[in-house]
C-alpha cells in the first residue's frame, strides 16, 4: 500500500510569488492534516480535512494560504503571494479516523527568496 | 492551549549508550502522547504512543511512561545504534477539548547523532 505523498520534495520561489504544494493521502483515509515546521521550531498544525470539508483550519497563518481537497483525494496547498516567513518543511499526514494514527508524507521544504 | 516541551539538541552519543529525552506536557484533560522520529531524508513515523495515565509505549527498543503527576513522557533507550541517529519529537493530542482531537501539537524535535 502507497504511503503519502508529497509533491514537490524541493520548491524554491521568489518573495511575491505564488506556490502550491500537493498532498496525496493514503487511499481510504477521510482525514487529511497539513502542518510546518518553520526554520527548526516545532512543527506547527496548519488545518483538518474530513473527507473534502475543513474540520479545522485554526493554524492557517493567514490568507495568504488556501487550502482545498475536492473530491476528498487529494489536497493542494497555495501560498499567494509567498513571503519570506513562509520557508520552512510542509508536512502532510492522512488518518482512517481522527482517532487513528496519522501516516506523515515526506513534507515539501519550501524555500522563500 | 496546549503545549510540549522537549530538550534541545543536538544530542551526540557514542554508540551502546544510554539514550534519555525529555519531554513534557502541558494540556487539559487527558490527551495522548506520541514520539514520532524523522531519519534523514524520510518523513515522520509513529515509534510509540501512550493513551493514558500509566501506559508505557514500547517500539524498536524504546520506552516512554506517561506520568500524569509530572506530566512528562520521556523517551529513553538503553543501547542506542548508529541507526538511531534522527530528530524526535513529542506530540500529544485530545483531551477534553473537542477541537483538540485529532491534530497534533509537537515539541521542536531533538535531533540525535549516535556516533560508531
Known amino acids: 500500500e502507497a504511503g503519502v505523498t508529497q509533491f514537490p520534495s524541493h520548491s524554491v520561489i521568489e518573495k511575491g510569488q505564488t506556490v502550491t504544494l500537493r498532498c496525496d493521502p493514503i487511499?481510504?483515509?477521510?482525514?487529511l492534516y497539513w502542518y510546518r515546521r518553520v526554520m527548526g521550531k516545532e512543527i506547527k498544525f496548519l488545518l483538518h480535512?474530513?473527507?473534502?470539508?475543513?474540520?479545522?483550519e485554526s493554524g492557517m497563518p493567514n490568507n495568504r494560504f488556501l487550502a482545498e481537497r475536492t473530491g476528498g483525494t487529494y489536497s493542494t496547498l497555495k501560498v499567494q503571494p509567498a513571503e519570506l516567513e513562509d520557508s520552512g518543511v510542509y508536512f502532510c499526514?492522512?488518518?482512517?479516523?481522527?482517532?487513528?494514527?496519522?501516516?506523515f508524507g515526506p513534507g515539501t521544504r519550501l524555500t522563500v527568496l | 492551549g496546549d503545549s510540549v516541551t522537549q530538550m534541545e539538541g543536538p544530542v551526540t552519543l557514542s554508540e551502546e549508550a544510554f539514550l534519555t529525552i525529555n519531554c513534557t506536557y502541558t494540556?487539559?484533560?487527558?490527551?495522548?502522547l506520541f514520539w514520532y522520529v524523522q531519519y534523514p531524508g524520510e518523513g515522520l513515523q509513529l515509534l510509540l504512543k501512550?493513551?493514558?495515565?500509566?501506559d508505557k509505549g514500547s517500539n524498536k527498543g524504546f520506552e516512554a511512561t506517561y506520568r500524569k503527576e509530572t506530566t512528562s513522557f520521556h523517551l529513553e533507550k538503553g543501547s542506542v545504534q548508529v541507526s538511531d541517529s534522527a530528530v524526535y519529537f513529542c506530540?500529544?493530542?485530545?483531551?477534553?477539548?473537542?477541537?483538540?482531537?485529532?491534530?497534533?501539537?509537537f515539541g521542536a524535535g531533538t535531533q540525535v547523532v549516535v556516533t560508531p
Open positions: 499526514a492522512s488518518s482512517q479516523t481522527v482517532n487513528n494514527e496519522q501516516f
Open positions: 487511499s481510504g483515509h477521510d482525514n
Open positions: 506530540a500529544l493530542s485530545g483531551g477534553v477539548r473537542a477541537d483538540s482531537w485529532g491534530k497534533l501539537q
Open positions: 494540556a487539559t484533560g487527558y490527551p495522548s
Open positions: 480535512f474530513v473527507k473534502e470539508s475543513k474540520q479545522d
Open positions: 501512550a493513551t493514558k495515565a500509566d
